[in-house]
């Protein structure tokens, strides 16, 4: 049996692409998930009874007690915080503190004796540095920290490779992409091996020039969406859509509703361009919720026409609970957030997968997790 550690656990998005992976494989693994939040714990915990969770400050703990003198770990997974790496924060200042996760990965690797290591982050991880007086990047030493993690990691014996995944390549329906470094310890047999892509955004661009499998076409939000939740009317809301939110749900409808009137998704941060097709892959997940879904309930003017649901799905949505009223003479617009088994299907998790704690408990455990579809094709 197979050691396996996930640090950083979280609510066991990896975890749960590190399982599939080596079931399919046949291969059997004991593995530890290391967290310090106890809600994601739980969720761990529910979902992998056989897995051994220690719900501490990784900090705190003693990497050597967690396997038997001599035991080799087949594969480390780490994926440190990365909350002030990311471009989400919409500029926020940062804190050197929050920033210093990565660095007790080395303290891991220095005392156990791993095969394989692969950390996760977001994309901007690679520009990791310092942070002057007003707490934000000092732009003439961007990445020196990233050089300095990698550097580290060489000097103990591995060899380093990293890219940036789009889950939508590899399964998942939503276009989240990270940074995902790799490593394997000289000596140990291990070579640094990267996943085919197996799904494209225009498939018929790329299978003409390919010699193995032919590419599918990325799966869209349609699939993940629950169409059994009606969507409440716009005018029929107590408080009003902020008038931004309105703006981009009206961008939206030009873009995307001819004469079918297709739904689409919102997603409610910074800037204008935030719709989505939900033909497409669901963009990138944090931990907050922030899509929401517009359909159109089509009027008819025939005597005594009733509202009704276009045939046609739609794309993401973020949205504040405000509005400035929308009201065209023809149609009415429905409009809700996208709920969190729609949010945990998008990030790829399976049907079968439980969240603990409460609603905003859960879309952060969700917007936190690694895609179990990418954590599969990587370790598989």
Not at 347 to 373: H, L, M
Request: proline share 7%; aromatic share 10%.
């Amino acid at each position: 049996m197979k050691t396996v550690i996930d640090l950083f656990a979280g609510a066991g998005g990896e975890s749960c692409g590190i399982h599939t992976a080596f079931e399919r494989k046949g291969e059997d693994i004991r593995l530890f998930a290391v967290n310090h939040w106890q809600v994601a714990c739980e969720t761990h915990a529910l979902n992998f009874p056989a897995d051994e969770c220690i719900c501490q400050d990784i900090q705190t703990v003693i990497p050597t007690s967690l396997v038997k003198p001599g035991e080799s770990v087949e594969l480390f997974w780490a994926s440190p915080e990365c909350t002030h790496f990311s471009t989400a924060r919409g500029g926020k200042p940062m804190d050197d503190q929050s920033r210093c996760t990565p660095f007790d990965i080395i303290r891991w690797l220095t005392m156990l004796d791993v095969k394989r290591v692969i950390i996760e982050n977001v994309q901007e991880f690679e520009t990791w540095g310092p942070l002057g007086k007003d707490c934000r990047p000092v732009k003439e030493q961007k990445g020196s920290f990233f050089a300095m993690f990698i550097n580290a990691i060489r000097n103990i014996g591995y060899t380093i490779d990293w890219r940036i995944c789009n889950a939508a390549d590899y399964g998942a329906p939503t276009t989240r992409r990270r940074l995902f470094i790799q490593g394997v310890k000289k000596g140990s047999g291990k070579v640094i091996r990267w996943p085919d892509k197996l799904y494209a955004e225009c498939p018929d661009e790329i299978n003409g020039d390919l010699l193995g499998t032919e590419m599918k076409p990325w799966i869209p939000a349609s699939s993940i969406i629950d169409w059994s939740i009606p969507c409440q009317p716009i005018d029929d809301r107590k408080r009003p859509l902020s008038p931004n939110t309105m703006k981009r749900i009206m961008n939206g409808i030009r873009r995307y509703w001819g004469e079918a009137a297709e739904p689409f998704l919102v997603r409610y941060n910074s800037g204008d361009h935030r719709y989505h097709s939900i033909h497409e892959p669901v963009p990138t997940l944090d931990c907050s919720n922030r899509y929401g879904l517009v359909e159109p309930l089509v009027m008819e003017y025939y005597g005594n026409g009733q509202c009704q649901p276009v045939s046609k799905p739609l794309r993401t949505v973020t949205c504040r609970d405000r509005f400035a009223l929308l009201k065209p003479e023809d149609c009415r617009i429905g409009f809700r957030m996208l709920q969190p088994h729609e949010l945990a299907a998008a990030q790829s998790f399976p049907e079968w997968y439980r969240f603990t704690g409460t609603k905003s408990d859960t879309v952060k455990q969700i917007g936190n997790a690694v895609c179990p579809k990418m954590a599969e094709a990587l370790v598989g």
